[in-house]
Nanobody, 117 residues
Framework: QVLLTESGGGLVQAGGSLRLSCAAS????????MGWYRQAPGKERELVAT???????YYADFVKGRFTISRDVAKNTEYLQMNSLVLEDTAVYFC???????????WGKGTLVTVSP
C-alpha cells in the first residue's frame, strides 16, 4: 500500500519561508518520480517541481529561484523548501509519486499553505 503524507504547511507572511515534507511508504525515489503539485482556490492543480532518479530535477517557471526540491533517501522523504513566498503561492500543496514501470500515480491528501500580505 502506498501512502504519501505531507506536512509543514501553514500561514506565513509574504517574503517568508516554509519547508514542506512528504513522507512516503510503498514507493521510493528509485522506482517513482516524486513531485509536488499545488491547487489554488478556483484553479486547476499545477505542477510545481519533480525529482527523479539521478536527482534529475524540474521546476515550474513560477518557482525557479525560490523553491528547492530535495529528498532524503534514508528517510524516504522529499522536501520542498519555499522561499520568498508571494500571495500567489497560496494553495494546497500535494505530494505526488508516479511509478516508472506502469506510470501509476499516487497522491497525498495535501497541506495548505497560506501567504498573507
Amino acid at each position: 500500500q502506498v501512502l504519501l503524507t505531507e506536512s509543514g504547511g501553514g500561514l506565513v507572511q509574504a517574503g517568508g519561508s516554509l519547508r514542506l515534507s512528504c513522507a512516503a511508504s510503498g514507493v521510493t525515489n528509485c522506482d517513482s518520480k516524486m513531485g509536488w503539485y499545488r491547487q489554488a482556490p478556483g484553479k486547476e492543480r499545477e505542477l510545481v517541481a519533480t525529482i527523479s532518479r539521478g536527482d534529475r530535477i524540474y521546476y515550474a517557471d513560477f518557482v525557479k529561484g525560490r523553491f528547492t526540491i530535495s529528498r532524503d533517501v534514508a528517510k524516504n522523504t522529499e522536501y520542498l523548501q519555499m522561499n520568498s513566498l508571494v500571495l500567489e503561492d497560496t494553495a494546497v500543496y500535494f505530494c505526488n509519486a508516479r511509478s516508472f514501470l506502469f506510470g501509476t500515480e499516487y497522491w497525498g491528501k495535501g497541506t495548505l499553505v497560506t501567504v498573507s500580505p
